[in-house]
């Protein structure tokens, strides 16, 4: 039986950096890999997909070409081309995570499915690995409700879109969240039709109803089709594609595709890593229950990233790894409850989110103060010829503190960061108004909007 001083299960965002933390601390550790190095972000989530974001939103500005004084002619994609540029820039990456491993002295890099033996015993490829530390950082997968004709008819899912090299003709997105959006607007800015396919009475449903009704306009003025309050879906064999029905009942409405995609949510990658037989404690649907130091259960073993339930994103998966090293080597005890919400969703404009939304704020009794801004009263943005969207902040009243903020424009998953930092400072929002900023940037719009706060309505 080997020993190292740590284990790490998986190399999505958080455990490649905790094994060169360790390595470089003098300490062994073995890392194993089940698939493909760097995890979800890199294959099959941000990175493709950030990448594909890139190619629609230049032929969409192609396509406007006129607007912008100059003529393309016919603005034809190659999608074999466009899917080669994701897949180099996936690859770059998922190999620059496996050299920087199998280069990091000290760290033991392991290809297998890794399955708990014990608390402290790890078994991969037949071999057993024992640790008196154990790091899990399994990540996820796209979740396969159980919706009636699933086993009926091909269906796509993130991981598999990253295979296609065609366009799919009709496009029927299930799930108008933030990867079906994603998916929706590349594909249609690629020229597929496409149709978003809701159980929900509006999209985005966790974001407040203006943010949602914006989305639904700037995705509907690209020619998407959207379908909420499908409230009962159902999937069939139709013409050589699929149906997708909206409700459950005998001649009701359907849509009717060539292909679909299921972005109906995630689960964790727990149901065959042992866990039992380690001690490990997972919630009804198979999140690992961390503390606010992620350590699980069972003391020596931490859960790190999507698997714990705690976080849904890139950053705070790696936010996670920094939360364990700073505890374990630095002695600072930072915890994943002093963390505030942030992310983005990347359609064109894109969305740029912190802290609480107006509905959370309206919950939690405060009295606040709000500001609303249009993107088109933005002269870099109407510059940029990119006027859709709006900057929403929101404020206490007494402390002065920024509760939340909706950034849905040019620039808005950048520009968030101003106030994101003025929140961890949990400084006033008064200091960004004496702050000099740069002309001409959405930013520096920052000051006058917060002139213009408002009580809640
Ligand atoms: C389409 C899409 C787009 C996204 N876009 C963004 C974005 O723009 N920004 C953002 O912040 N987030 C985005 N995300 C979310 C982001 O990708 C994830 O939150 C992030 O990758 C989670 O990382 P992780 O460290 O938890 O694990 P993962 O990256 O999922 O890695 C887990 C690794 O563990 C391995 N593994 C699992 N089980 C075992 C086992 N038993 N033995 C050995 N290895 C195992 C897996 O093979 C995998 O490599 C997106 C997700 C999707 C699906």
Redesign the pocket.
Known sequence: MKHFDAII???????PSLAARFASAGKTVAI???????????????I???TLVASAYAVHVARRGVEYGFATGDVRVDIKRVKARKDAASAKSSTGVEEWLRGTTNCTVIQ????FQSSNAVE?NDEVLQADKIYI??????RIPDMRGIHDIPFLT?SS?MDIDFLPERFIIVGGS??GL??AQIYRRLGSEVTIVETGPRLIGREDEDVSQAVREILEAEGIHIRLNAKCISLAKRDGGVAVGLTCEEGAPEVVGTHVLL?VG?VP?TS??GLDRAGVATDSRGYIIVDDQLQTSVPGIWA????NGH????????N?YEIVAANLFNADHRRISDRIQA??L?IDPPLGRCGMTDAEIRKSGRRALVAKYPMSKVSRASEKGETQGFIKICVDAETKQILGAAILGVGGDEVIHVLLDVMYAKAPYTVIQRAMHIHPTVAEYLPTILSELEPFA
């Not at 194993?32 to 941000?46: A, D, P, Q, S």
């Not at 950082?137 to 796209?142: F, L, W």
């Not at 976080?311 to 790696?318: D, E, L, Q, V």
């Open positions: 299960i998986g190399t999505g965002q958080a455990g194993i890999e089940r698939h493909k190095f760097g995890g979800t972000c890199v294959n099959t989530g941000c493709p997909t950030k297998g499915q890794a399955r991969v950082n399994v990540g996820g997968r796209a993130n879109m933030y990867v994603e998916f972005a995630r990658n065959d890593l790190l990233g999507d698997c976080g849904a994103f890139t950053h705070t998966s790696y996670d992310y983005a990347y």
